[in-house]
C-alpha cells in the first residue's frame, strides 16, 4: 500500500521569508503523481502544485517550487516570501493512475506577521 | 467554471433525523468522491463513482447512502447517524480521460459540509 508521510506537524515562518514543508512517500511504482494541497481555516482544498512523476524538472507556481527526488521518494514544497494569507493546513497525496489519492497526515504553517 | 460546489454549508441533525448532502459540477468530469474529514486530520475517502456506478466503498457504515443521479450530481443521504459521524464531509471530483488536452489527475473538491449529529 502507498503511505505518504509528513514528519512535521506544525511549522512557523516570519513573513516574507522561505520555508520548506517535508513530505515523503512509498510506492513500488514509477508512474504516479503528486500534490500539494492547502486548506485555510475557510476549510475549502486548494491545490497549490502538481508534480509529474515522470518529469525530472521540478514544479514551480509563482511562490511555491517543489523539490521531487524520486530516488528518495521526496517531495517537499518550498514557499518564498511568505504572505499572511499562506498560513493553513498543508496535505501532501499521492495518486497512481486511476487510483484513489492518498494523503499525508498534513502540516499546520503559522505566519507570523 | 472549475468549481464543485455543496449544500447546505453547515448541517445539524439528530439521531433519528434523515437528511442529504448534495454536490454538484460542471466541469465534465466523471469520477466524484466523497470524503470524511476529523479536525486537524486529512480526508478519509468514503465512497468514489466512477460514470455514475460506484467503484470504491471504503467500507462505509449503511447509515451513509451515496447516490449519483447524473454526472454532474453527488448526494449523500444520511440516516440515523451516530455524534462520532460529526465531521466535515468534502465532495470532489476529477476528469477520466487522460490523453485529453488540459488532462491532469488532481481532484477539485468543494468547499465541505459541516455535519454535527446530536
Known amino acids: 500500500a502507498q503511505t505518504v508521510t509528513q514528519s512535521q506537524p506544525e511549522m512557523s515562518v516570519q513573513e516574507a521569508e522561505t520555508v520548506t514543508l517535508s513530505c515523503t512517500y512509498d510506492?513500488?511504482?514509477?508512474?504516479?503523481?503528486l500534490f500539494w494541497y492547502k486548506q485555510p481555516p475557510s476549510r475549502q482544498m486548494i491545490l497549490v502544485i502538481r508534480?509529474?512523476?515522470?518529469?525530472?524538472q521540478n514544479a514551480t507556481e509563482n511562490r511555491f517550487s517543489v523539490n521531487f527526488q524520486k530516488a528518495a521518494k521526496s517531495f517537499s514544497l518550498k514557499i518564498s516570501d511568505s504572505q499572511l494569507g499562506d498560513a493553513a493546513m498543508y496535505f501532501c497525496?499521492?495518486?497512481?493512475?486511476?487510483?484513489?489519492?492518498?494523503f499525508g497526515a498534513g502540516t499546520r504553517l503559522t505566519v507570523k506577521p | 467554471d472549475t468549481e464543485v460546489t455543496q449544500t447546505p454549508k453547515h448541517l445539524v441533525m439528530g439521531m433519528t433525523n434523515k437528511k442529504s448532502l448534495k454536490c454538484e459540477q460542471h466541469?465534465?468530469?466523471?469520477?466524484m468522491y466523497w470524503y470524511k474529514q476529523k479536525a486537524k486530520k486529512p480526508p478519509e475517502l468514503m465512497f468514489v463513482y466512477s460514470y455514475e456506478k460506484l467503484s470504491i466503498n471504503e467500507s462505509v457504515p449503511s447509515r451513509f447512502s451515496p447516490e449519483c443521479p447524473n454526472s454532474s450530481l453527488l448526494n449523500l443521504h444520511l440516516h440515523a447517524l451516530q455524534p462520532e459521524d460529526s465531521a466535515l464531509y468534502l465532495c470532489?471530483?476529477?476528469?477520466?480521460?487522460?490523453?485529453?488536452?488540459?488532462?491532469?489527475?488532481?481532484?477539485?473538491f468543494g468547499p465541505g459540509t459541516r455535519l454535527t449529529v446530536t
Open positions: 497525496a499521492y495518486r497512481r493512475i486511476n487510483n484513489d489519492m492518498r
Open positions: 510506492t513500488s511504482e514509477s508512474d504516479y503523481y
Open positions: 470532489a471530483s476529477s476528469p477520466t480521460q487522460p490523453g485529453l488536452a488540459g488532462y491532469s489527475y488532481e481532484q477539485y
Open positions: 466541469m465534465g468530469h466523471r469520477a
Open positions: 508534480q509529474e512523476a515522470y518529469k525530472q
